[in-house]
Structure formats: structure tokens, C-alpha cells
């Protein structure tokens, strides 16, 4: 040995602490937005899948219904309901007999599981197939529905 200690210098871990920093800056926002987009995907499917019975019902029997239970779903809140993403309410509407619905899927605020998607918050779907958001950062729907 020629008597130098071998080690990392001030400046070696400072750049490698540097570039660790960087790469989490990246990586964080990307992953976040990654399973947003993930459990809004879940909240989508919760409202077809809705839609889909609420189709059924009418069907049979010439009106749409509030009560999902009743139109074949039972507490149907994503793949884990007690882990999902958004709950899932139907409004229906008419004179009388109930001609039109609309399904809507809101994030959900369980003791277990905080969501929140400021950017498509609420997504909603008619008896039409109209595909709709309440937000108040998003102004086209299509953005919250590909």
C-alpha cells in the first residue's frame, strides 16, 4: 500500500446524494400519477359495470333504480371493496317511472383509504353513455376517461 486511505471524497457523495435527489424528483411525481390513474381506471369500471346493471333492470322492468343491490350489484366499490378507490351512487330520474339515470363515482374518504384526484374528482355516466367529470381543475372529460 502506498500510505493513502481509499474512501469517497466530499465531492463523490455529494454527487451521488445529488443525483439520488434528482432521480426521486422524477420518479416520485411520475409513480404518484402512475396509480391515479391506476384507481381512476377502477372508478371507470365500477360505472360501466353499474351502468351495464342498470341496463339489465330496465330491461326487465321498464325503469331504472337508485338501489344498486336491486339492479345485481352487491356493494360493488371497485376490485376490493374495502380497499377501493371510489364509492359508487346511482341517481335515477323521471316522472313517475324513472326514464333516465345517472351513476356517479366518488373518491372514496374511508377510515382505510384516503383518495383524492383533484384533477377528475367525481366521474359520471348516463343512462346515455355520456361520459362526464366534477372537477374543478379539469375542464375535458376525455383526459379523466382514457
Known amino acids: 500500500m502506498n500510505g ?3 474512501g469517497f471524497s466530499l465531492i463523490e457523495l455529494l454527487t451521488v446524494l445529488t443525483m439520488i435527489g434528482i432521480i426521486a424528483a422524477v420518479a416520485i411525481p411520475s409513480y404518484q400519477n402512475y396509480v391515479k390513474k391506476g ?16 341496463e339489465r333492470y330496465f330491461t326487465a322492468n321498464n325503469t331504472y333504480t337508485t338501489d344498486l343491490t ?13 380497499s377501493a378507490a371510489y364509492t359508487i351512487s346511482v341517481v335515477a330520474g323521471g316522472a313517475g317511472i324513472a326514464t333516465s339515470f345517472t351513476a356517479k363515482a366518488t373518491p372514496s374518504n374511508t377510515a382505510g383509504n384516503v383518495f383524492s384526484d383533484p384533477d377528475c374528482n367525481i366521474l359520471t355516466l348516463n343512462q346515455n353513455g355520456v361520459k362526464s367529470m366534477e372537477s374543478a381543475t379539469q375542464t375535458d372529460p376525455a383526459k379523466c376517461w382514457q
Open 70 to 82: 336491486s339492479a345485481g350489484i352487491v356493494s360493488y366499490s371497485g376490485t376490493n371493496p374495502g
Open 39 to 54: 384507481k381512476r381506471a377502477e372508478g371507470r369500471i365500477a360505472l360501466l359495470t353499474a351502468a351495464q346493471s342498470e
Open 4 to 6: 493513502r486511505n481509499r
